[in-house]
């Protein structure tokens, strides 16, 4: 490899695109791997100045996490980047049990063997915003705390009951933290982060709530990396950041055009998400020429579960033979979820999103399809790999909803392999983000 600008381990797949897109979109080629990569894959991606993984730990354990991201996190080290990255959701949606994002850094701090991890989160392109300590988003054009926003303060999962990231943090972690916040950065920055990193804290959360923040948080990280690189946690804020520093010092090509790939006439789509987002963009579907079919989730994850999948590729397949494009889904908005029932069945939710992936798999192979999207962060993690997908690279970058964008699918699968999919996260994209897949524009 050359030297690498960046690696990095995406606790979800849609998360691990977001920072793919933002990357290439900025002029650094980057490819993404769904574990780590055999020497000769590898080797096909050796002019990437950015290289990341694919993971579920968003939805697992901190006991997963001790035995599994410890192994990526040392192969990453392995590839001496300037900078690796814990990607997190930009709503930092975790809990103790779920997704722990202080246990995780806590095994990248040791593996890194590191005194203290810099956390961002706030990353503004996505309105997504700090400010002392407190994590803004933006929904349906308003800016709201996270602990009130009508959809994260109820995911299904891991509802955000807190807005101060350092309360939040401190639930999952014993590591000491400290705030460099906005009044802070906005003066001599350095004195005031190398103040709080004297007494070796374990995390330094920075505050980002717009353009000249980030800029600063982007310099302090890469001021702080020395010669044998740092380890940072955070959502794609990092990205962004990170960008203002290396443009600076002429590490990017700047802003990168992709062409657009045209328009599919069939599309196929599977969808775990019960977001309200997904509901208006699944509803917005059919009136765009697609077949919306309903799939029973308890059946799925079930023991005949079997017979679930057969099913609900019967009824893909009638859609697609008759010329249309198809979205199977196992909610129609929160209204429809039945997590807590699902919850009742042991790994139920990898199952689900594993099945689903079965279905989208049999569907491309099947009818030769070139395009697919999976709806849903977690169900986006565990569905990819049923496709038999190595890789990913960005085909078409979505400014407008940056964090969904059309990508390459890579691997020696020949039905996936050059496949072109969205992983799209269940609160990301406009209305009619389907039909804009299908027809392979950028709004």
């Not at 300037?82 to 930009?90: D, Q």
């Not at 809990?95 to 203290?116: L, M, V, Y």
């Not at 800029?215 to 950041?241: H, K, T």
């Not at 079965?358 to 491309?364: E, G, Q, S």
């Amino acid at each position: 490899m050359s030297k690498l600008l960046l690696s990095y381990y995406g606790d979800d797949f849609t998360g691990s695109t977001d920072v793919m897109e933002a990357l290439a979109s900025n002029g650094v080629k980057t490819a993404l791997f769904l574990g780590v990569p055999s020497a000769e894959m590898l080797a096909k991606f050796a002019d990437c100045q950015a290289i990341g993984i694919a993971g579920t730990s968003r939805s697992q354990t901190p006991q997963w996490m001790s035995a599994n991201l410890g192994p990526a996190f040392a192969w990453l080290k392995s590839l001496e980047a300037a900078i690796c990255h814990y990607k997190v959701c930009s709503t930092f949606d975790s809990s103790p049990e779920i997704g722990n994002i202080g246990k995780a850094i806590e095994i990248g701090r040791e593996t890194f063997e590191q005194d203290c991890v810099p956390v961002i989160v706030g990353a503004p392109q996505l309105k997504r915003y700090t400010a002392f300590g407190h994590l803004f988003a933006a929904y349906q054009g308003k800016v709201y705390r996270i602990d009130r926003h009508p959809v994260m303060s109820r995911h299904p999962v891991t509802p955000m009951a807190e807005a101060d990231l350092t309360v939040h943090l401190a639930a999952q972690t014993s590591l000491p933290i400290r705030l460099a916040d906005l009044a802070m950065t906005a003066g001599d920055a350095t004195a005031g982060i190398d103040a709080l990193l004297a007494d070796k804290p374990g995390i330094l959360l920075v505050d980002v709530d717009g353009p000249a923040s980030q800029a600063i948080a982007g310099e302090q990280v890469w001021r702080l990396r020395g010669d044998r690189g740092l380890f940072v946690a955070g959502s794609s804020g990092i990205q962004y950041a990170l960008l203002h520093a290396w443009e600076r010092e002429g590490l990017t090509s700047g802003k990168v055009e992709f062409p657009l790939p045209g328009a599919v006439e069939r599309l196929a789509v599977v969808s775990g998400s019960v977001s309200p987002t997904t509901e208006r963009q699944i509803r917005n579907a059919t009136e765009s020429g697609f077949d919306a079919i309903p799939v029973d989730p308890l059946a799925l994850v079930g023991e005949s579960g079997d017979a679930a999948i057969e099913s609900a590729v019967a009824s893909g397949l009638s859609a697609l033979k008759s010329g249309r494009s198809v979205i199977l889904h196992t909610a129609l908005g929160p209204s429809a979820d039945r997590g807590t029932e699902i919850d009742r069945i042991p790994e139920a939710r990898h199952r689900l999103g594993i099945r689903l992936g079965i279905i989208l798999r049999r569907l491309v192979e099947a009818e030769k399809l070139t395009r697919a999207v999976i709806a849903g962060g977690d169900t986006s993690s565990h569905a990819l790999s049923e496709l038999r997908v190595e890789a990913l690279t960005t085909l078409l970058p979505l400014p407008q909803t940056p964090g969904s964008p059309l990508c390459t699918a890579h691997g020696a699968h020949e039905p996936t392999n050059g496949l072109q999919i969205a992983l799209k996260g269940g609160q990301v994209g406009s209305d009619g983000y389907f039909a804009q897949i299908r027809d392979g524009r950028r709004a």
